[in-house]
Nanobody, 128 residues
Framework: VRLVESGGGFVQPGVSLRLSCEVS????????MNWVRQAPGKGLEWLSR???????YYADSVKGRFTIYSDDAQSTLYLQMNSLETEDTAMYFC???????????????????????WGQGTQVTVSS
């Protein structure tokens, strides 16, 4: 399995970015996928999940601003990020890491890079 993220950058607060994750070695339509981020000096934070039924889940910190979706034909996972805030500054990863469970629109579990496949990450810096 190989995951390659792209689309990060240095942006001002309030703007939008779209992250991409090119996937090989697995079938997106058959694999729940997640976006996870790690801010400087902090641990991994789960952000969003898309299930095999296309149902989506979001952490409270990004709900209403970020949207996860996939293009199965292009084997690419996306994260559309709107209204970016300085607190969104982090390295962003796509992963097939298995969450513990999902309910009421969000998922639970502690991400760990020793579990599942992870990309190398793409850096997002939000600063004025």
């Amino acid at each position: 399995v190989r995951l390659v993220e792209s689309g990060g950058g240095f942006v001002q607060p309030g703007v939008s970015l779209r992250l991409s994750c090119e996937v090989s070695g697995l079938t997106l339509s058959m694999t729940p996928m997640n976006w996870v981020r790690q801010a400087p000096g902090k641990g991994l934070e789960w952000l969003s999940r898309i299930g095999t039924d296309s149902k989506t889940y979001y952490a409270d910190s990004v709900k209403g601003r970020f949207t996860i979706y996939s293009d199965d034909a292009q084997s690419t996972l996306y994260l559309q990020m709107n209204s970016l805030e300085t607190e969104d500054t982090a390295m962003y990863f796509c992963t097939n890491w298995k969450v513990r469970y999902c309910t009421l629109g969000r998922c639970f579990g502690t991400p760990g890079r020793a579990s599942g496949a992870w990309g190398q990450g793409t850096q997002v810096t939000v600063s004025s």
